[in-house]
């Protein structure tokens, strides 16, 4: 914990980091984003997964909660939480950030992004996306469910909000199986009933009840959300990149909804189109007039308040080799993890945490 309270003092006191002037998308915009750059740093020690394809052997384990990474990198690599993994097979979001010495094959703990999509022993898998901001927050948690939940919320939610024909865009050939998968359990419900009215008379009248079938697949989502959004593709592709960013800081008018951070420069600029796309919900909400201009010393102060909720955070330890570890932050309003290689903070990733929000039980919830 030493080695966080250190980076978090030198970030309240800007010593060798700096919080530079507020970037929005608009006059209107309801979001806005701080860049942290670094003053001074060294040389950088490790590698992105992002930034070596190949590098890392990353396979599908046959477990859904379980990927298999294999490094043939002379450093370390880093691999950051919330990462999408793809290949012929189930995709999966990286629970928590973990380094991979070199030589070392490591068990990569993951969550399912699709459902719907079977799992393939031995499968190949790249990196592909971030997943948003939402579902990142179940990710931390573990929660599978609260993943699926909140992936059925950008779905039914957000796209149809923004995007009428969306739905046709996204679910065409989905709905297609679903079709065949359903002529197929009609075909078994009517076998079945034949050989029960052999059984027992009446059997014959029973239903057998359909689950409903609602996609979450959160990787064709997010890219028809970009697709109907103007205002999504607008932040991703003008989210700030400044020279020495490490970071970025993500505000709302409820104060900081997340912050983010590397140790140097060069990470940094690896992973910020797909930081923009995770946070580009927030940074894209705006309000129908221009009610509210950044004020550099509101935004400081509930900068300050957020580093020190993080500061008062307990901390779980979930990954550990004999370089580098991970820990998990839970606070009073916030959560978050961080990771350390060689005795520095090499990644912080933090936010706000929301209360659970009440959802409709299976059964109630409406399919597409």
Avoid at 46 to 60: A, N
Avoid at 248 to 262: P, R, S, W
Avoid at 319 to 347: C, M, P, W
Wanted: glycine letters at 6%; proline letters at 6%.
């Amino acid at each position: 914990m030493s080695t966080l309270l250190s980076l978090l003092a030198d970030l309240r006191e800007q010593r060798t980091f700096a919080f530079e002037e507020p970037w929005r998308l608009s006059s209107r915009s309801l979001g806005l984003a701080v860049p942290i750059v670094r003053k001074e740093y060294g040389p950088r020690g490790y590698v992105l997964l992002e930034e070596l394809p190949g590098g890392v052997e990353v396979r599908d384990s046959g477990s859904i909660r379980r990927l298999i990474a294999r490094s043939s990198v002379e450093k370390p690599v880093f691999i950051r939480g919330g990462l999408v993994m793809k290949g012929e097979t189930q995709p999966r979001a990286v629970r928590f950030s973990m380094v991979i010495l070199p030589g070392e094959e490591k068990a990569i703990e993951a969550l399912c992004v699709d459902e719907a999509r079977p799992i393939r022993a031995m499968a190949r898998m790249a990196p592909a996306r971030d997943v948003p901001a939402r579902v990142l927050k179940e990710l931390v948690k573990g929660d599978q469910a609260g993943v699926w939940r909140e992936v059925r919320t950008l779905q039914m939610e957000v796209v149809p909000r923004y995007a009428a024909p969306m739905e046709e865009m996204i679910f065409l050939r989905r709905r297609a199986r679903e079709r065949a998968r359903t002529r197929e359990r009609e075909e078994e419900e009517r076998a079945l009933r034949r050989v029960l009215r052999l059984i027992t008379p009446g059997a014959a009248r029973f239903r057998l009840r359909a689950e409903p079938l609602i996609t979450t697949d959160l990787i064709r989502i997010s890219e028809a959300l970009e697709e109907a959004r103007k205002d999504i593709r607008d932040v991703i592709e003008r989210f700030p990149l400044l020279k020495d960013q490490v970071g970025v800081a993500i505000l709302d008018a409820k104060g900081v909804y997340a912050m983010e951070l590397f140790d140097h420069p060069d990470s940094w600029s690896a992973i910020a189109k797909n930081a923009g796309r995770r946070f580009a919900e927030v940074l894209a909400e705006q309000a129908e007039f221009e009610i509210f201009k950044p004020d550099k010393e509101g935004i400081m102060e509930a900068i300050r308040a957020f580093l020190d909720k993080l500061a008062a955070c307990d901390e779980e330890v979930v990954f550990k080799n004999r370089l580098a570890r991970t820990a998990v932050l839970k606070g009073e309003g916030i959560q978050g993890e961080y990771t350390v290689l060689e005795d520095s903070v090499i990644h912080l990733m933090a936010m706000r945490s929301e209360e659970e929000r009440p959802h409709r039980p299976p059964e109630e919830e409406i399919p597409f």
